[in-house]
């Protein structure tokens, strides 16, 4: 693992070799300019999959902060807010029919970890994520029966330290995403169909209130962001920090985006719309089983800008970055595309000073390679480093 500086290039002490290790699942930076990592343990014994988690924290010289590393229960989501890591856990039972149960932990800077109180759940096709304040949330789905979705009921849990919030579970009648989070921690979600219309938003406050700047049914798909088996909810609402949510629709292999403002109305100049498909990550090869792939995720950046992946125009060209402003029309200097036939972009950050972070996946001979972007808010490329080469 390695940290990079303003200039592409590694910083004084990294990397940082890590042991004993199956995988490192999350990577999160601290108000303090430390790191927190979250990696899973080799399986033990007889064991097929990792049983247990291992946290890390490192100052930005690389060096190990006391009180760490330690091991915790693997978690379903985690957040940095502030200095503190939080993490939510779904301990396993062993028993997909049996009620589960969740809690929250917080491991502050010194390695101290406080342990929240247990909450029994009904489990099924569960969501969870971790909002800004360090609140977990919890959805699941019931009432499947047609094909429509008609009779889907969505029930969503919030939980702290002290286990279940008041006012919690909520109740929304439909087919509601998983989680989106403004700055102040407010819960975002479009309840609709991942693949037909119409589709809207609901917001909730921290005590389990509907507020009344959702919007009302729109013609538009909220398209799911995993193309495999499953994938029956929507896809989340891409939310700025003031409240401004988008709605991404990828039906037919196009590409629309319906702009809300933070009362739930249209944004003027709204919808974008490209014949050119979002961006979609990893490889299935040929006979592959099970395989499936998750697809890019927009973010809004500095001056309510909004970034977006796209897929390859051609088979002779590689994918893009576009960035829509606030207007709903495409900011001068961009798309910024890749050259190279079938080369992607997988993922990408928005840089707080302005600008964005983009990981450029590129074929190679053997294999392929990987190289991070610095790009500048007028599409100048300030740096690129390449991370892998086979």
């Known amino acids: 693992m390695t940290l ?3 200039d592409g290039l590694p910083r004084s002490g990294w990397p940082v070799e890590l042991h004993d290790v199956d995988s490192c699942r999350s990577l999160r930076g601290a108000a303090d300019g430390s790191i927190r990592l979250l990696c899973l343990l080799l399986p033990v014994g007889e064991a097929m999959d990792p049983v247990a988690a291992r946290a890390y924290a490192f100052d930005p010289m690389g060096r190990m902060m006391a ?5 915790t229960e693997i978690p379903v989501a985690d957040r ?3 200095d503190d890591l939080w993490l939510m856990v779904e301990p396993p039972n062993g028993d997909e029919s049996a009620p589960a149960s969740i809690h929250m932990v917080r491991i502050r800077a010194d390695g101290t ?6 909450t029994t759940v009904d489990s099924g096709d569960d969501a969870f994520a971790i909002g800004p304040d360090g609140v977990g949330y919890h959805a699941r789905h019931y009432g499947w029966s047609r094909s429509d979705l008609a009779d889907v009921t969505s029930e969503v849990a919030a939980f702290d330290l002290t286990g279940m919030r008041s006012g919690w579970p909520a109740t929304i009648k439909g087919n509601a995403s998983t989680f989106a989070f403004d700055a102040s921690g407010l819960v975002y979600l479009v309840v609709g169909s991942p693949s037909t219309r119409p589709a809207r938003t609901v917001v909730l406050d921290k005590n389990g209130r509907v507020l009344p700047n959702g919007s009302a049914a729109m013609p538009v798909t909220s398209s799911a962001t995993w193309d495999g088996a499953g994938g029956e909810v929507p896809g989340p609402p891409i939310v700025a920090d003031d409240g401004r949510a988008y ?3 990828t039906q037919g292999g196009h590409t629309r985006v319906v702009g809300l403002s933070p009362g739930g109305d249209p944004l003027t100049g709204w919808p974008y719309t490209s014949s050119i498909g979002m961006g979609w990550t990893g490889f299935c090869g040929e006979g592959d089983t099970g395989c499936g792939h998750v697809r890019t995720m927009p973010a ?5 800008f909004l970034y977006l992946v796209r897929a390859p125009s051609s088979r002779s ?3 893009s ?3 829509i402003g606030p207007d709903g029309k495409v900011r001068s200097g961009w798309p910024v595309g890749l050259k190279r036939a079938g080369s992607m972009f997988w993922s990408l950050t928005v840089d707080p000073r302005g600008g964005v972070w983009a990981l450029a996946i590129e074929p190679e001979r053997k294999g392929a390679s990987a190289t991070i972007l610095s790009i500048a808010e007028d599409s100048t490329i300030r740096w690129g480093t390449t991370i892998l080469q086979p």
């Open 247 to 249: 709605i991404v629709d």
């Open 317 to 319: 060209t590689g994918g």
């Open 300 to 304: 809004v950046g500095k001056g309510g």
């Open 4 to 6: 990079l500086g303003a």
């Open 67 to 71: 009180g760490w590393p330690l091991e």
């Open 321 to 323: 970055l576009v960035v």
């Open 80 to 82: 940095m807010v502030g």
């Open 113 to 118: 970890l406080d342990q929240g109180v247990a």
